[in-house]
């Protein structure tokens, strides 16, 4: 005999997955797909993430060489010597602790933000795809489980 046929998921009011977080097997969507409902201030933001990710992942290996110069140091014969190219390079190791933290800040700030924005817009979106559906339409699925999938 034949194998069943898999049950295929049911659309939802605007034409997308259904509600319970289940997309159908597909293609990948694509980067310009995904953000569609961007605006200006959230390319400028995403460019503005981008910039501190660049950043920080520059900070470790940048790390790595300071404390290797710290280490290089113990090596000189001068004391003051050594002590003045320890407390300047470990300094620079507190600068690049900060430049991190506030790197890492303003990415997880951009990021977000984005992100929220863009959830707000497809589900204002959504919400004006149920309204111009039919009654019998939101009879038929319930309300309760519309409001939901909002």
Known sequence: GEAPSEAKPA????GTAPPSGTAP???PVSLRDLYRFADASDWLLLT??????????????????????????FNLVDRSEIQAQIHFFA?????????LFVTMSLQISCF?????????RIRANYFAALLRKSPA?????GGGAL???V
């Not at 501190?52 to 520059?58: E, K, L």
């Open 137 to 141: 339409f939101i009879d038929e699925q």
């Open 91 to 99: 300094l620079m190791y507190a600068v690049l602790g900060v430049t």
């Open 48 to 73: 503005l993430g981008l910039v501190t990710v660049v950043i920080s992942g520059a900070n470790q290996p940048a790390q790595l060489f300071v404390f290797g110069r710290i280490l290089d140091n």
């Open 25 to 27: 097997p597909g293609k």
């Open 112 to 120: 977000s933000t984005v992100a929220a924005k863009q959830v707000r």
């Open 11 to 14: 659309e939802s009011a605007a």
């Open 147 to 149: 409001a939901t999938s």
